[in-house]
């Protein structure tokens, strides 16, 4: 699998997990890694305080995802946040924040704006994808 096709998958299963915590009332942030076998391993916290800042979101899933792929042959990752993101005219919507990264090749922050249909379904907009710094995998010299 290319490093797209392994994303790709981490995002179904990951997007799968938050409509249903979402249909259900929310959720809190979480981590997923991919394991060599297509496994997913879901990484839950024990608690998260209420309007966690970004910068301790990457601090604490870094530092969580990196333990937790210590002993194994892990080359994608990711942690994702219900967040609010503002629209074109100014209103916060709600939406999902994915940060993902390949050992070996990207690392982007996934905004995916949802909402709630009548009968409770969630549907998720097209996603928008930022290019950012790697910071759980540190990439060999010469890749970016």
Known sequence: MTPEDVKALLLRVV????????????????????????????????????????????????????????????????????????AEDGTLIPTLLIHAEHAHSFSEDILIAYRKNEDGTIVFDEPAVEPTQHQIFSLAPGLS
């Open 15 to 86: 997007t799968k997990l938050v409509a249903s915590q979402l249909q259900q009332g929310g959720f809190i942030p979480f981590g997923a890694i991919l394991g060599q076998k297509r496994d997913v391993q879901l990484l839950m916290p024990k608690s998260m305080k209420r309007n966690v800042a970004r910068d301790e979101l990457d601090t604490y899933w870094a530092q969580t995802i990196r333990n937790a792929i210590a002993n194994g042959d892990c080359t994608t990752a990711c942690w994702c946040a219900d967040v609010r993101a503002q």
